[in-house]
């Protein structure tokens, strides 16, 4: 049996501009690429129907079909990565196991584990910076330390970007100047170094026990024009003023050094919701208590009310608040909700509801197609005002005032609740005021308890 490399891919689903990958194809050995269907995450999935894992199949599949016409193949394994590795093991002559960092806590432990598997056997594991531009420890304060508010985290963010400019040969024979960091890597150079194979099995859906479905995954690619005016759209939700590619990030199958680079051409607004998106990786990173805990830890005395009926009400979109009952329902039906309106849903929740935002952060974990740990819960602790950059907490939105401002028309609010505006659309289920007032005291309460 020949000896291998094994590079397994995990959340960077693509065969370009792929880091970890790239080293693995530049290594001594052939390359096998691996992908594991981790069943302690998709065990604790509720329904077999989960637009995400078909996602993730249909994905694989294509990946497997482009190696295969090329001689080579994707190993697909179902299972415990506890289990699998040591299987692998057995199975093949491995030389060296490759990788692209994961930052959330549980995937830091599973490659602990099987990073420990493999110095026991002598085998190398070498992990890489794929998923974020910067990692914690490249953006740091001046008198050192990771930042934990965004605007001056952003500030040095892109001076670091800048600082370290390179030359590259772009796809069109041309040379161009690009940030060191932006540079992609060329896996296409090195592709004949993937291992030489029959093509392998691969678990089917059903296999694994879920199901197709028939929610719509957003493209991968996005017009200029949309990135050149976001700054002008990106607040309305009733227009396709977003470039709905959240799935793509979480998962990789698009790069970020690559929008990055096109962000910093286009649109300098976009190129800071990428850096939102660095910014709550390196938070989680570096703060895990945060999956659990309020970021500000004198906010878990805040005495939520967690009524659940309210809750459900919540849910489905039943609250006679029309623009929280159109994000909830855009969300139940499409995966996805407009990032004005994910704000507005989370207030309400967490401030007119007075309910634990760690329930509503769970729902739309359970809902959202591009649902990632740390944006998730960095956007759910900003609303609760738990979080690094949170408002203070008596800045309770208004859901009036927001629709009036975001929605003036109705439109947004018409697509997603037809029966507004007649007798079947219910009151609303708590007066904003008395909602507002008695939130104020609830915060004060909690926080003077800490
Ligand atoms: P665009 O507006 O086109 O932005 C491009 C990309 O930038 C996004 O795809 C995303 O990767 C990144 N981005 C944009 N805004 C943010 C932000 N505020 N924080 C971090 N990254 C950002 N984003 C997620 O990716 N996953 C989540 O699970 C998630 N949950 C959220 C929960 C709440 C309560 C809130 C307020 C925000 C949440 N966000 C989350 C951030 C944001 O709402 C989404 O990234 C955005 O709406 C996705 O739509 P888009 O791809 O069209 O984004």
Redesign the pocket.
């Known amino acids: 049996m020949a000896k291998v490399s094994i590079f397994w891919f995990r959340r960077d689903l693509r065969l370009h501009d792929n880091a970890g990958l790239y080293h693995a194809l530049r290594g001594a050995h052939p390359v096998l690429p691996l992908f594991i269907f981790d069943r302690e995450i998709l065990d604790d999935l509720e329904s077999p129907k989960d637009a995400r894992v078909e996602f993730l199949h249909d994905t694989l599949a294509g990946m497997k079909e482009s190696l295969e016409q090329e001689g080579h193949s994707l190993l697909v394994r179902y299972g415990f990565p506890k289990e699998i590795w040591p299987a692998l093991l057995k199975e093949f002559d491995v030389a060296a196991v490759y990788t692209n960092r994961d930052y959330e806590p549980y995937a830091k432990k599973r490659d602990q584990m099987v990073r420990e598997l493999l110095d026991n056997a002598g085998i190398p594991f070498h992990d890489f910076k794929d998923h974020v531009i910067f990692e914690a420890e490249e953006v740091q304060k001046k008198t050192g330390g990771n930042y934990t508010v965004f605007t001056p985290y952003s500030r040095t963010w892109k001076e670091v970007l800048n600082n370290r400019m390179d030359s590259f040969t772009n796809p069109d024979g041309e040379q161009q100047e690009i940030s060191y960091y932006l540079k992609p890597y060329p896996v296409e150079a090195y592709a004949s170094h993937f291992l030489e194979t029959e093509p392998l099995p691969m678990p089917t859906l059903e296999d694994m026990g879920f199901e197709p479905t028939d929610i719509e995954i957003p493209p991968k690619s996005?017009s200029r024009g949309l990135i050149r005016t976001?700054d002008e759209t990106?607040d309305i939700p009733a227009i396709n003023g977003?470039?709905?590619?959240?799935i793509h990030?979480?998962f990789g199958t698009i790069s970020i050094r690559e929008k990055a680079w096109r962000a910093k051409q286009l649109n300098d607004t976009?190129l800071n919701?990428?850096i939102?998106?660095d910014?709550?990786a390196q938070i989680l990173d570096e703060h895990p208590h945060v999956a659990e805990r309020s970021f500000r830890p004198k906010y878990d005395y805040v005495p939520w009310r967690n009524d659940e009926a309210d809750f459900k009400k919540w849910c489905e979109g039943k609250t006679g608040y029309p623009i929280v009952d159109a994000g909830m329902r855009e969300l139940n039906a499409t995966g996805?909700?407009?990032?004005r309106v994910?704000?507005i849903?989370?207030s309400f929740l967490t401030k007119h509801l007075l309910i634990d935002w760690r329930w509503?952060?769970a729902y739309?974990?359970k809902k959202?197609l591009?649902?990632?740990?740390s944006?998730?819960n960095?956007?759910?602790q900003?609303?609760a005002g738990s979080g690094t950059d949170a408002a203070p907490y008596f800045r309770v939105f208004n859901p009036y005032s927001q629709q009036k401002k975001f929605d003036k028309d109705f439109k947004y609010i018409k697509k997603w609740v037809p029966e507004f505006g007649t007798d079947r659309y219910p009151e609303p289920m708590v007066e904003h005021k008395m909602a507002r007032e008695r939130c104020l005291e609830a915060y004060k309460s909690g926080l003077e308890k800490a």
């Open positions: 996005v976001y990106r977003t470039s709905r590619l959240g990030f979480r976009f919701e990428l939102w998106r910014f709550y996805y909700m407009h990032n994910r704000m849903t989370a509503g952060e739309f974990a959202l591009d649902f990632d740990l944006s998730n960095g956007g759910w900003w609303a």
